[in-house]
């Protein structure tokens, strides 16, 4: 994660989502030095294949404003709401859609979870979807 941190200080970005990070379970991890000490993932068990892992990278500064941690969904999305100016507020989510080749159920339950997670926050914040969704070349929301 520091060769992340530090490309990310360099190319000064606030927020990262980043997928296929292979790691387990969920949790957080302080990177001290780089100004990205957060990070943030939802995965599988250990015992399970680890490559659909959604992770958050988040900046200090950025980190000390939002008013609680992001959420995870499932191993292939997690949330984040960040206050803008005043008293408005973005959600941001972080997504991993399954590969064309993944069994109809998986997709259906990836996007009906998106599509539900669409409808939690706030009508009143902006919506930023981050992610890969892989070899789709149609995406309807």
């Known amino acids: 994660m520091a060769i992340v941190a530090r ?3 360099h190319y000064k970005m606030g927020i990262a989502a980043l997928s296929e990070t292979r790691l387990s379970e969920q949790g957080q991890l302080v990177e001290v ?3 990205y000490p957060f990070f943030f993932w939802s995965g599988r068990p250990k015992a399970k294949q680890r490559n659909a892992v959604v992770t958050f990278a988040i900046r200090n500064d950025i980190m ?3 008013p ?3 959420q995870r ?3 292939r999305l997690r949330s984040l709401r960040l206050p803008l100016q005043r008293v ?13 080749t993944s069994s109809d159920a998986v997709k259906d339950k990836f996007y009906e979870d998106l599509h539900n997670l669409f409808g939690t926050g706030p009508k009143a914040d902006k919506l930023i979807v981050l992610g890969a969704f892989n070899d789709h070349s149609l995406l309807l929301l």
């Open 64 to 66: 000390g404003r939002l």
């Open 88 to 100: 408005n507020f973005a959600t941001i989510i972080s997504a991993y859609a399954p590969l064309m």
């Open 7 to 9: 490309e990310l200080a």
């Open 68 to 70: 609680c941690l992001p």
């Open 33 to 35: 030095g780089a100004g």
């Open 73 to 75: 969904i499932n191993d």
